[in-house]
């Protein structure tokens, strides 16, 4: 049986952020063949032994988690005129000490690989490190967020950061012997050139977060849905309170509004702007904060609709995936003509897009003739699985089963 490691910093006890929850459905896949040994270090949770396993996967724990201390002003501008000296790296200090604490877990032990992803940093720049002194024979990074291509700051001149973006990523490439990226930066390697130390090392794939849906407890936050509405939900952070205010204008146009239920588990926009949308809105809506992943899904079956906010137009927004996973009418909204999602997306059956940018209630026609048409429509998993072949954990598997077959030959 194979044995690989994975860095990734804060699994299993979070932040859940993005990045760790990708590569935690990785590794789940990877355990669920039942031909990998799965390992991973990891932040401890207060009061955990140095070593664990949990759902069939091994855990080896650093010592604490990094402190985030206070700073003045002062100091804190000091700080970041250091990082614009380094940038893209970000705690230069964190990752060396990130890579010793590794060195150490794994002083005696081989895997057959070792795949680090980004984001966090710190794991590839270790996962390198590691590489390039030979305590490893075989390294994976997986760029949930990519280093070289990123948009940087608005205070970091762009040929600055893409000159200084190419340094750094080539570094980690030449240590690699598989990357993977994402779809979308695609386009940006089209226009910029991608790097020479990837050739042949890059392969690019999507989110994997096409998942089954699988049975759950009833939500605590059930309510939220009305019975007798069509129920239209967000979930996710909104970026200008614009998109809101556009859509709420847009279907209080409709003769239908008072039918509609708007269910938002948000954050971006303060309660009180909330309230202002919700006494102004013919239907009803309602708001929450976030809330635990498991209780948010247990209430996606019961829902009409999904809808998606414009967000950076060269990233894909993930919870999209979630939402086509249940198989439910989606409404996109964006407002960049070269926004990946749009094209992304468009092969769902039951996805609709919207252009912010045009006249409400032109897009109110177009939108009524969608709820028409897609109200109590669903789409089999089977479906959707089928056309997002590579927005899946067993992509991943799959790449990562044929670079170690080609390693043993």
Known sequence: MK??????????????????????????????????????????????????????VHFHYLKQMPTVRSQSRFLRNIRNTWSLLTYPRRAKAESRDYYKECLHLINGQHYDLVVAQCYPEKCVWT?????????????????WDSIYG????????????????????????????????????????????????????????????????????TSPYQNVVKADKINILYSGTIFRL??????????????????????????????DEFQKLDTSFRGSMVHHDWIPVEQLLAI????????????????IRSKVYEYMSYGKPIMLLYDDDQDVNVQTFSRYPASLSLDVRELANKNLYILERFFSESLGKEIPFETTEALFPDDSAKAYVSLIGKLLSARSE
């Not at 794939?205 to 407890?217: H, N």
């Not at 906010?309 to 990233?315: E, K, L, Q, R, Y």
Request: glycine share 6%.
């Open 3 to 56: 044995k690989i490691l994975f860095l990734s910093c804060n699994y299993p006890y979070g932040p859940f952020g993005p990045s760790t929850l990708c590569t935690f459905r990785v590794m789940k896949e990877l355990c669920r063949s039942g031909m990998y040994e799965i390992h991973n270090i990891s932040y401890p949770k207060q009061g955990t032994s140095s070593y664990d396993v949990l759902d069939a």
């Open 127 to 143: 996962g390198a490190w590691l590489k390039e002194n030979g305590y490893v024979d075989n390294l994976m990074v997986i760029f």
């Open 150 to 217: 990123k948009l940087p700051r608005r205070v970091i001149p762009e040929q600055y950061a893409l000159k200084r973006q190419r340094k750094a990523e080539s570094f980690i490439a030449r240590q690699a012997d598989l990357i993977v990226s994402l779809y979308p930066i695609k386009s940006f390697y089209a226009q910029y050139g991608d790097l020479p130390e990837a050739e042949g090392k890059r392969k690019f794939l999507g989110i994997p977060s096409i998942l089954r849906p699988k049975s759950l407890p």
């Open 242 to 271: 614009d998109y809101v205010k556009y859509l709420v204008d847009m279907l209080n146009m409709s003769e239908n509004a008072e039918q509609l239920n708007l269910i938002f588990f948000s954050r971006g926009i303060p309660e």
């Open 300 to 315: 996606y079956p019961s829902v009409d609709f999904f809808i998606s906010f414009p967000g950076n137009p060269t990233a």
